[in-house]
Antibody, heavy 119, light 108 residues
Framework: EVQLVQSGAEVKKPGESLKISCKGSGYIFSVYWIGWVRQMPGKGLEWMGI????????RYSPSFQGHVTMSADKSFDTAYLQWSSLKASDTAMYYC????????????WGQGTMVTVSS | EIVLTQSPGTLSLSPGERATLSCRASQSISNSHLGWYQQKPGQAPRLLIYGASSRPTGIPDRFSGSGSGTDFTLTISRVEPEDFAVYYCQQYNNSPQAFGQGTKVEIK
């Protein structure tokens, strides 16, 4: 079965760092871009960017450039999203998704990682 | 940067009725790289339509997509109880590959 499994929920304080993960299985992980999507509580989907596990090439939305870092380790079939200094406004559900076999639309989604940032 | 505007914000329908959802782009989307997703509460989104009008394997044929250029439509021919959800369009041709703000389909 093709799937993406994300790391568990996190509770952090403002200013702390964080790295969440997204592990693929059931397909050749290194040849499909992985995207990250933010969903703030009660709000819509926001495209953050994409990373290519084959060489860790990353493309960011201007809205997120400089605030997060996307990376991947093809040896572990895992993509990562990290922050060096969290803000309360980073509280959200974060989804990873595969740009897959349907022209590059997001065809496989992870279950989401809830990140809560609160003092 | 392409901005997608969905309408209406909320659609109130009874089961069995037809649903028509609109997605308008601020500039033309090349190659019809436009997708539609369904999201139910507490769940990850699911791909319903890609390439503006194609259905992935396993998506029921009551879901159909149409349009090109800047105007796209998702149609649910007869809404089933499990179709009440929020629907998003997304263009994946140019970065940033933005989503629309969503249309909620609710029970009337």
């Amino acid at each position: 079965e093709v799937q993406l499994v994300q790391s568990g929920a996190e509770v952090k304080k403002p200013g702390e760092s964080l790295k969440i993960s997204c592990k693929g299985s059931g397909y050749i992980f290194s040849v499909y871009w992985i995207g990250w999507v933010r969903q703030m509580p009660g709000k819509g989907l926001e495209w953050m960017g994409i990373v290519y596990p084959g060489d860790s090439d990353a493309r960011y939305s201007p809205s997120f450039q400089g605030h997060v870092t996307m990376s991947a380790d093809k040896s572990f079939d895992t993509a990562y999203l990290q922050w060096s200094s969290l803000k309360a406004s980073d509280t959200a559900m974060y989804y990873c998704a595969r740009r897959g076999i349907y022209q590059g639309a997001f065809d496989i989604w992870g279950q989401g990682t809830m990140v809560t940032v609160s003092s | 940067e392409i901005v997608l505007t969905q309408s209406p914000g909320t659609l109130s329908l009874s089961p069995g009725e037809r649903a028509t959802l609109s997605c308008r782009a601020s500039q033309s989307i090349s190659n019809s790289h436009l997708g539609w997703y369904q999201q139910k509460p507490g769940q990850a989104p699911r791909l319903l339509i890609y390439g503006a009008s194609s259905r992935p394997t396993g998506i029921p044929d009551r879901f159909s997509g149409s349009g090109s250029g800047t105007d796209f439509t998702l149609t649910i021919s007869r809404v089933e109880p499990e179709d009440f959800a929020v629907y998003y369009c997304q263009q994946y041709n140019n970065s940033p590959q933005a989503f629309g703000q969503g249309t909620k389909v609710e029970i009337k």
